[in-house]
């Protein structure tokens, strides 16, 4: 690999056996002031497993006006264990302060691609960082390394613009997010609905719809999986939601919705500063005739305004989809998420999306397939779209 990035390695390396030595260093006594040091260079680094090394990434993440939720450190560890990627989460130090993140992993199957992200099933990533010096550093250390990778391409996820009119970056008019902020009273929130989607909260309070909170995924799972199947969409594998909830802790809340004790649907969701992100959802087929899913939303809704959060990020779709439509319908605005794409070994932009008229037939025949045979499929097949 290339200078910036054995760097880094040696640096870990080297932090790695520092702290397995109990010796110290002692000062010197009564020696002349020295001379004023030369200002510290800000240095590539790549996080350890050190638990204080990465609470300082993410005490960084907390602090950094473009870090996200995706850029917490615990991804590394989903993206390891769940589904044995290879990642280089990047950091820049200066002066024994982090000034810069970039989460990164490599993603690589015949039928999708071999490229590099930030951050693969994460709707957000990219550079996020306090300082020019730590942004050019980290694109820097990501070029190279998908150079050395023999990639097709470099995609950041970003949420914000960062190389607008670069002739090395492309983008494409594909994803949109939808954001509103919420306040703290009910009825304010209520009011704020567009009048037909809060006829369809209404419909699912009165038919005594409730939300519960659990500890585990299990009913969530059964909601999920019933939903994707009917969209010919294969499944991500229950143990990656299991570890989702273990590694984000009470920041992955598992929330489902019942009538009567019956399941009706589900969504999983993570918190972030004052924001909250219902991120996996679905509905069993009763959902839709007891207004599941739109009671679903406004029922994390409620209590995520009760817990002090006062955005609600409704998440990333595609022009052209019925989700897409049903977050317009509660009044969110589109806003258009400016990925960009560096192409390497490849020749052209990734076209991997279910729009691919390509990905069609096997839509339809996956529709077709047995739910539990679709569930025990999926999963080998979802790992490689990230």
Known sequence: MTSIIEAAAERRAARARAEAETATALAVAAAPDPAPAAAPQPLVQLLGSGAEERARWDAFVQACPQATFFHRAGWQTVLEQCYGKQTWFFYVEEGGAITGVLPLAMMQSRMFGHYLASTPFCVYGGVAASTEAARRLLDQAAEELAAALGVGHLEYRNYAPAHPDHPKWQGKDLYYTFRKAISGDDEENMNAIPRKQRAMVRKGIKLNLEG???DNVDRFFTCYATSVHRLGTPVFAKKYFAMLKQVFQDDCEVRVITQDGRLVAGVLSFFFRDEVLPYYGGGMDIAREVAGNDFMYWNLMQAAAAKGCRVFDFGRSKKGTGAFDFKKNWGFTAQPLPYEYQLFAAAEMPDVNPLNPKF?????????????????LGPHIVKHLG
């Open 360 to 376: 069609q037939l096997f839509i339809k025949v996956w529709k077709m397939l047995p739910l539990p045979l679709a569930n025990a």
């Open 212 to 214: 519960e909170v659990d």
